[in-house]
Nanobody
Framework: QVQLVASGGGLVQAGGSVRLACAAS????????VGWFRQASGKEREFVAA????????FYADSVKGRFTISRDNAKNTMHLQMNSLTPEDTAVYHC???????????????????WGQGTQVTVSS
């Protein structure tokens, strides 16, 4: 089973960009589907983006489509979330997640994931 460590959050002005990273331990990262979720203060955790185990299939929440890009490098056991054109509504704690998946599906439900990183804060100022 892999473990995840997220990094890359911080304070950014509206319209700016942030690139989040999530490092996975273990040698079997390429059989895990992955996702990014976020949780704003006082709100429930929401889906942001997902990728299949190979990274060849990706899916995004409507709120971030066209602005965020999920990617992964299985050779380096890493995944990223490139976030562009940020708005204050993107302010949240961002979590990376993984789910064992010996297929090419992506998953959008938080309850479908059983491995979570610790979260990294992204704050977008207006």
């Amino acid at each position: 089973q892999v473990q995840l460590v997220a990094s890359g959050g911080g304070l950014v002005q509206a319209g700016g960009s942030v690139r989040l990273a999530c490092a996975a331990s273990g040698r079997t990262f390429n059989i895990y589907a992955v996702g990014w979720f976020r949780q704003a203060s006082g709100k429930e955790r929401e889906f942001v983006a997902a990728a299949s185990s190979s990274g060849g299939i990706t899916f995004y929440a409507d709120s971030v489509k066209g602005r965020f890009t999920i990617s992964r490098d299985n050779a380096k056991n890493t995944m990223h979330l490139q976030m562009n054109s940020l708005t204050p509504e993107d302010t949240a704690v961002y979590h990376c997640a993984a789910k064992l998946a010996r297929n090419q599906r992506y998953y959008t439900g938080a309850l479908e994931y059983d491995i979570w990183g610790q979260g990294t804060q992204v704050t977008v100022s207006s």
